[in-house]
């Protein structure tokens, strides 16, 4: 997948996932929603690691590895990725 | 703690530079019923929320509203971005220009700066949840006359999204004012 293509496959099952806690937040007994809910969140790890691989950290304060050069500096902002 | 994540909620393009668009546009982010209010309403409320899944709501829809802000912060700042000081009077922008130039400010549509006032924390649930609820619909027709407002394909669909986002924010915490009435076992006489 290009970078583009993994960033917006990452923004889909984020939002997802978003709906989901929504849900379970008013819903914390339907077990097929929390099921639903981690096989979300695995496939957001895998995503999140292809896209920190081809651009480089998503969060800081050690959430995200840094690779051996430090690029937070240097990766662009949200508000100036041209979609 | 909140960690910052370095994207957006969802893809925010723009075909062309608009200034009275941003200048309409920028009410969601510092205007009464927008973005920032939203999530300063939420993430406010919930030291003092009594039911357990209301509180966790609070906090969930809060830190969306805070992504939120970013998608309407990056929308103005594409609007906005190469637009010459005489193309920024020519569009009622002249006296940001002379306060902020290009910056983004936290103002209503008319450039009335952000008040905590715009906000409430009465500290019982139901009169808190029922201000949620009064919020993300107000915070929704905004969006619906934003729309109404641009014929730039790129902006509607953000805007459509975040309007969407509104509805479901609005019907969870009606679930939510149900459960907390339930839990009161309230008596509702009209």
Redesign the interface.
């Known amino acids: 997948m290009g970078q583009h293509n993994v960033?917006?496959r990452?923004?889909q099952v984020?939002?997802a996932l978003?709906?989901l806690?929504?849900?379970l937040?008013?819903n914390?007994d339907d077990q097929r929603a929390v099921q639903q809910y981690n096989c979300l969140s695995d496939e957001l790890h895998h995503l999140k690691h292809e896209y920190e691989a081809a651009c480089?950290?998503?969060?800081?304060?050690g959430?995200s590895n840094s690779p051996n050069r430090w690029v937070?500096t240097s990766?662009p902002?949200?508000?100036e990725?041209?979609? | 703690m909140w960690?910052?994540?370095?994207?957006?909620?969802?893809?925010?393009?723009v075909s062309k530079c608009d200034l009275q668009m941003a200048k309409f546009l920028i009410t969601q982010y510092g205007g009464p019923d927008g973005e920032l209010s939203a999530a300063l309403r939420y993430l406010n409320q919930r030291y003092t929320m009594p039911n357990e899944?209301a509180k966790?709501?609070l906090t969930?829809?809060g830190t969306?509203e805070l992504g939120h802000l970013?998608v309407i912060?990056?929308l103005v700042?594409?609007l906005v971005k190469g637009a010459t000081p005489q193309e920024m009077r020519d569009a009622g922008l002249g006296s940001h220009y002379a306060d902020h130039d290009r910056a983004l400010f936290y103002t209503d549509a008319s450039g009335v700066p952000w008040t905590a006032a715009y906000i409430q924390a009465k500290g019982d649930p139901i009169a808190d949840l029922a201000e949620d609820i009064a919020a993300e619909e107000k915070a929704r027709a905004t969006y619906q006359w934003l729309i109404n407002l641009t014929d730039d394909p790129d902006v509607i669909e953000v805007l459509k999204f975040l309007r969407e986002r509104e509805i479901?924010?609005s019907q969870?915490f009606r679930?939510?004012l149900f459960?907390v009435e339930e839990q009161y076992n309230t008596r509702k006489y009209f």
């Open positions: 960033l917006h990452l923004q984020q939002f978003i709906e806690q929504f849900y937040d008013m914390p480089g950290p998503l969060m800081q304060f959430f937070w990766t902002w949200p508000w990725i041209e979609y | 960690i910052y994540e370095k994207k957006l909620e969802i893809p925010v393009r899944r966790a709501l969930d829809i969306e970013e912060a990056t700042h594409k479901v924010h969870r679930e939510a459960i």
